[in-house]
């Protein structure tokens, strides 16, 4: 737990106490964690979500005070529950996506902002679960490995 920690820790120390100059040229590590929610359509036409632990870290790179480009490696949850053949079944699906937003800052001391772009993601693991506790991976000739989204 403690290798897990520490570095987070320290992460998380370096954004807090990061220099606040947004000149040009400037480079800014920002850990990221939060709250995901995955929602899907199944072929029957019922919605399924599935929600989790998002982590990661983004940097931005200034081009001025108002314009940044930020990307970084965030690690999402996705997938959903769903009824098959008189049992709850879940997908478990843990992906990496690399955000690329340009990012636009405003206000008088340039402390909002709004990012905009795509972020490809990759498949790490999939697998499904009963209610029952069987669990198995999902082959990837069934699922998609690689899924493109927009992100504001």
Same mark, same amino acid.
């Given at each position: 737990?403690?290798?897990?920690?520490?570095?987070?820790?320290?992460?998380?120390? *370096?954004?807090?106490?990061?220099?606040?100059?947004?000149?040009?040229?400037? *480079?800014? #590590?920002?850990? =990221? #964690?939060?709250?995901?929610?995955?929602?899907?359509?199944? &072929? &029957?036409?019922?919605?399924?979500?599935?929600?989790?632990?998002?982590?990661?870290?983004?940097?931005?790179?200034?081009?001025?005070?108002?314009?940044?480009?930020?990307?970084g490696l965030v690690f &999402?949850?996705?997938? $959903? =529950?769903?009824?098959? #053949? $008189?049992?709850?079944?879940? &997908? =478990?699906?843990?992906?990496?996506? #690399? @955000?690329?937003?340009?990012?636009? !800052?405003?206000?008088?001391?340039? =402390?909002?902002?709004?990012? *905009? $772009?795509?972020? @490809?993601? *990759?498949?790490?693991?999939?697998e499904v679960s009963d209610?029952?506790? !069987?669990?198995?991976?999902? @082959?990837?000739?069934?699922?998609?490995?690689?899924?493109?989204?927009?992100?504001?």
């Amino acid at each position: 737990m403690k290798k897990i920690l520490l570095p987070l820790f320290a992460l998380l120390s *370096f954004g807090l106490t990061s220099a606040q100059s947004k000149e040009k040229g400037t *480079f800014e #590590i920002t850990p =990221k #964690i939060g709250y995901s929610s995955f929602s899907e359509y199944n &072929d &029957d036409g019922n919605n399924s979500s599935n929600s989790g632990v998002e982590f990661g870290v983004t940097g931005d790179y200034y081009f001025n005070n108002r314009w940044s480009l930020r990307s970084g490696l965030v690690f &999402d949850k996705m997938g $959903g =529950k769903y009824d098959y #053949i $008189g049992g709850v079944w879940e &997908d =478990k699906l843990n992906y990496l996506s #690399i @955000p690329l937003n340009a990012n636009w !800052h405003f206000g008088s001391t340039r =402390k909002w902002n709004l990012n *905009f $772009g795509f972020s @490809p993601s *990759f498949l790490l693991n999939a697998e499904v679960s009963d209610n029952a506790g !069987h669990s198995m991976e999902i @082959p990837n000739s069934v699922i998609e490995s690689f899924q493109l989204g927009f992100t504001y």
